[in-house]
């Protein structure tokens, strides 16, 4: 019966006659499909790929990584033949096939984990389980440890059961990262004469299949698909800009622009920026060149379509386009016997416009492209980036709306601003004094920040003998407790005021500069004044000192202060030791003046030349003897 062996690998199998009895599985490098010609980079364990290191012992793929095998395996029974399979995703997963006698090349997905398991069974039976139950597990029969592949290292193999010491090596995987392909060398323009052969070639590097698409003004070419394309008497309906799409089982790639540029004879060739020009060519600032023609010849051109003539311009050099224009250009033999004119380039000239950007708030603008200004039409994507505690709030000028990144099509000028707006502001509570402030009930430092729209809860507490009056900063009210919302940064001061009590002696008032209640730090301006008759002595209580009016510093709770007025003060007029006379009236006797006179019928009052002296209880004067009489008094002013 014959006999066949399948293995449920990332492995592509061949079928060889090896000794009697023996199975085996090897690493065949030459059938390793390589994504370089560098053998040194066929990712030993320490070589890093995707960004990822290849020694990892399991996890997830990076998204378009694909697992190549290069491994053989061989029987040595003419009645047993190997075949492959291989599954990834979940364990539980159905496997997939895999032809045989073919390299294995596996996709995985982004954030797949591919799963392992070697299987091996008498294929006379329709599978493994079926294999497993009529034997036992005792006829051509064995399963590896489920295993993840891991680039350079071993997987362990399960002998074959009723095999007869079959062998199963544990060598490494290769596994290489495979990508799109590579253009080594792109095809190049070129500018032929009507008749002769052209060629447009491409070199490109890739694990195999490579296929190619060669393509003519974006259509593809019926039957070009070959690395090179070949024109065999090239015809004047040949002209036209070619490419090669290029592409393997990860990915497509397309070559650069090559302009096939056919001529009649003796035509000159036109470019535009320095490249071969056919049909329509749209660029910025374009610069028109003409090369070719008769030997030793004269070259013509008009720029409006029309056929040059020898009327037309000479050309003597290069043409700098500022509008559309349709190139025509003919050439005139040395001898002027022949004219040869060359087919008709369109010069479109690309508008360029500008883009300013603005911010309001913090943030930033990325602007893809990034370097201006842009061709018309271009389309440019602004991204919005908002820092920490900052967001996005919408666009301004020629963009609108809070979509985020935004598209903008460049057919003019254009501005446009982002504005950003806070996403939590900072709150500080605070009081001068006779008080404490609290938020939701806590007590809170300096500067801390709450989500933009919440309400916190502001309560003044007063300390004794203090009592709320308002609040005071970027909020102004007098409720207690206060709800705020937080909508911009808040600085708000608790203000409590206290009792000032005052008492008079004598006869007189006190005016304070402030009404009850005062509040906490207030200079207060504190004015005694006397009744008719009566002179402000001296303050008491929280005030001090004989100035008048005083300030008093409120930061105690309740303070008490009075002021005492005093009646008219005496005059008395005594001899001293020395034979001068004294004449003293209590000190201070605020609002009192000393006034003299020698004749008291004339009325002629006035202040007296002796020096007052005030040793704190009194004031005086000393007056040296004198003949005739001197009169003294008081006198309120």
């Not at 329709?126 to 590896?144: M, R």
């Amino acid at each position: 019966m014959k006999k066949t062996i399948l293995i449920l690998a990332t492995a592509a199998i061949t079928t060889a006659a090896f000794a009697q009895g023996k199975v085996s599985l090897q690493n065949d490098a030459s059938r390793l499909f390589k994504w370089t010609t560098n053998t040194a980079l066929l990712f030993p364990p320490e070589q890093p790929f995707a960004g990822l290191p290849i020694d990892q012992s399991s996890g997830h793929l990076p998204s378009g990584m694909i697992l190549i095998a290069g491994l053989y395996g061989g029987t040595s029974s003419d009645s047993l033949s190997l075949l492959t399979t291989a599954q990834f995703g979940t364990l539980e997963g159905s496997p997939g096939l895999i032809n045989p006698l073919v390299h294995i090349i596996l996709p995985f997905p982004g954030g797949t984990l591919a799963w392992f398991e070697v299987k091996i069974w008498d294929s006379a039976y329709i599978n493994y389980e079926a294999a497993l139950a009529a034997t036992g597990g005792n006829d051509y029969f064995g399963t590896s440890p489920v295993f993840t592949m891991t680039p350079g290292t071993g997987i362990g193999y399960p002998p074959i059961a009723g095999g007869g010491g079959s062998t199963w090596p544990t060598q490494p995987i290769y596994v290489g990262l495979v990508t799109g392909p590579s253009i080594l060398s792109q095809p190049q323009s070129l500018s032929v004469i009507v008749g002769s052969n052209a060629t447009l070639s491409v070199t490109a590097s890739s694990y195999q299949p490579l296929t190619y698409q060669w393509r003519k003004g974006g259509a593809p070419i019926n039957g070009a698909t070959n690395s090179a394309i070949n024109f065999v008497s090239a015809a004047l309906s040949d002209a036209g800009n070619y490419d090669v799409v290029c592409s393997n089982l990860s990915a497509t790639l397309v070559s650069s622009n090559a302009v096939l540029q056919v001529l009649p004879y003796g035509a000159p060739s036109i470019r535009v920026n320095g490249e071969l020009a056919v049909g329509t060519v749209q660029v910025i600032s374009p610069t028109v060149t003409l090369s070719g023609g008769f030997p030793g010849g004269i070259l013509f051109y008009t720029l409006d379509g029309s056929v040059p003539t020898t009327g037309s311009p000479v050309y003597t050099g290069p043409l700098n386009l500022t509008s559309n224009a349709i190139v025509q250009a003919m050439s005139l033999s040395a001898d002027f016997v022949q004219t040869s004119v060359a087919p008709p380039v369109t010069v479109l000239v690309t508008p360029v416009y500008s883009l300013q950007t603005t911010v309001s708030g913090n943030g930033t603008i990325t602007v893809t492209p990034p370097n201006g200004p842009y061709p018309s039409n271009t389309v440019v994507t602004l991204t919005a980036n908002a820092p920490a505690n900052w967001a996005f709030d919408h666009w301004t000028g020629d963009l609108s709306g809070s979509n985020n990144p935004a598209t903008l099509v460049m057919n003019g000028p254009r501005s446009v601003g982002a504005v950003f707006v806070p996403t939590i502001y900072p709150l500080t509570v605070s009081s001068p004094g006779g008080g404490s402030v609290t938020v939701d009930g806590t007590t809170i430092p300096p500067s801390t920040f709450y989500p933009s729209g919440s309400v916190v809860t502001l309560a003044a507490n007063s300390s004794n003998g203090w009592s709320f009056i308002a609040w005071q900063g970027t909020v102004n009210d007098t409720a207690n407790p206060l709800n705020l919302v937080m909508n911009q940064t808040n600085n708000v001061q608790a203000i409590f005021g206290t009792v000032v009590t005052t008492h008079v002696g004598g006869s007189g008032i006190i005016i304070m500069s402030q009404p009850n209640p005062v509040p906490f730090g207030t200079a207060l301006t504190l004015t005694a004044v006397p009744a008719p008759g009566y002179h402000f002595v001296a303050w008491s209580g929280a005030a001090s000192g004989t100035d008048n009016p005083t300030t008093l510093v409120v930061t105690n709770a309740n303070p008490v202060l009075g002021a005492f007025f005093g009646g008219p003060p005496s005059l008395t007029i005594s001899l001293t030791a020395t034979n001068t006379v004294m004449v003293s009236w209590p000190s201070p006797s605020a609002g009192w003046s000393l006034l003299f006179n020698t004749d008291l019928a004339t009325g002629g009052w006035g202040v007296p030349g002796e020096t007052i002296y005030d040793n704190g209880t009194l004031k005086y004067i000393i007056v040296n003897p004198w003949s005739g009489n001197r009169f003294y008094r008081l006198q309120q002013q």
